[in-house]
C-alpha cells in the first residue's frame, strides 16, 4: 500500500459543477499537507497548503481529518481552466521531503 | 521575484553516458530539493538539502546518482552512466527552511529538466 494514495481519475465535470477528491495517507506523525495542480508537461505549482483542520481560498477549500487519516480538496463552481491534475502531498514532519500522490486528472467540460 | 530555475529544460544523452542537471533555488530559500516524475513512478523524492546540514540522500535510486550543492544556493544533479530508466522529468525544489512558521515548509517547484536516455 503506498504512503499517500488518491482517488482514481480522471474526474470529468460540467463548468459550475462542484467536485471533491480524497486524499489518505498512511502515517499517522505526518504534520503538514499539501495541495499541488499540475498541468501538462509543467511542474506542480502549489495550491494550498493545510496544516490545521482545514483551509479555504476563494473556490477551493481543503480540509483534514486526523483521525481517519485523509485530506480532501474540494472546488466549487468549476472552470475550465481548473482542469488538470491535483496532486496530495504529505510531509512526515515539519519540513523535508514530500510524499506525493499518484494525482488525480479533473477535466471540466463546456 | 524569481522562481526556482533549471538548466537545461530538455537533454537527450546516450546510455552510459553521464549526465548533469542544475537547479538555482529562489534567492532566499535555504532548502533545495530534487525529484523526478515519470509514468509508472510518479513524483517521487531523491535528495534534499537544509543549510550547511548534511544532505538526506535517502531517496537516491542508486550509486549512480550524487548531487552537491554549492555556497548554499545552486545544485547539481549528477547521473553517472546513465540508463534508460533514467529518463524522467528531473524536478527541483525549494522553500525558505525546514523549521519555523507553516510558509516556510511550502515547496515551490522549478520547469524541471526533461532526461531522456537512448
Known amino acids: 500500500r503506498k504512503e499517500v494514495e488518491q482517488d482514481p481519475g480522471p474526474f470529468n465535470v460540467p463548468e459550475g459543477a462542484t467536485v471533491a477528491f480524497n486524499c489518505t495517507y498512511s502515517?499517522?506523525?505526518?504534520?503538514?499537507f499539501f495541495w499541488y495542480r499540475q498541468d501538462c508537461r509543467k511542474e506542480p505549482k502549489l495550491l494550498m497548503s493545510?496544516?490545521?483542520s482545514g483551509n479555504e481560498d476563494g473556490r477551493f477549500t481543503a480540509q483534514l481529518n486526523r483521525a481517519s487519516q485523509y485530506i480532501s480538496l474540494l472546488i466549487r463552481d468549476s472552470k475550465l481552466s481548473d482542469s488538470a491534475t491535483y496532486l496530495c502531498?504529505?510531509?512526515?514532519?515539519?519540513?523535508?521531503?514530500?510524499?506525493f500522490g499518484q494525482g488525480t486528472e479533473l477535466s471540466v467540460k463546456p | 521575484g524569481a522562481g526556482v530555475s533549471q538548466s537545461p529544460s530538455n537533454k537527450v544523452t546516450e546510455k552510459g553516458k553521464d549526465v548533469e542537471l542544475r537547479c538555482d533555488p529562489i534567492s532566499g530559500h535555504t532548502a533545495l530539493y530534487w525529484y523526478r516524475q515519470s509514468l509508472g513512478q510518479g513524483l517521487e523524492f531523491l535528495i534534499y538539502f537544509q543549510g550547511n546540514s548534511a544532505p538526506d540522500k535517502s531517496g537516491l535510486p542508486s550509486d549512480r546518482f550524487s548531487a552537491e550543492r554549492t555556497g548554499g544556493s545552486v545544485s547539481t544533479l549528477t547521473i553517472q552512466r546513465t540508463q534508460q530508466e533514467d529518463s524522467a522529468v528531473y524536478l527541483c525544489?525549494?522553500?525558505?527552511?525546514?523549521?519555523?512558521?507553516?510558509?516556510?515548509?511550502?515547496?515551490?517547484f522549478g520547469p524541471g529538466t526533461r532526461l531522456t536516455v537512448t
Open positions: 502515517n499517522s506523525a505526518s504534520q503538514s
Open positions: 502531498a504529505v510531509n512526515r514532519g515539519w519540513g523535508g521531503k514530500l510524499i
Open positions: 525544489a525549494s522553500s525558505q527552511r525546514t523549521s519555523g512558521g507553516p510558509l516556510s515548509y511550502e515547496q515551490y
Open positions: 493545510v496544516y490545521s
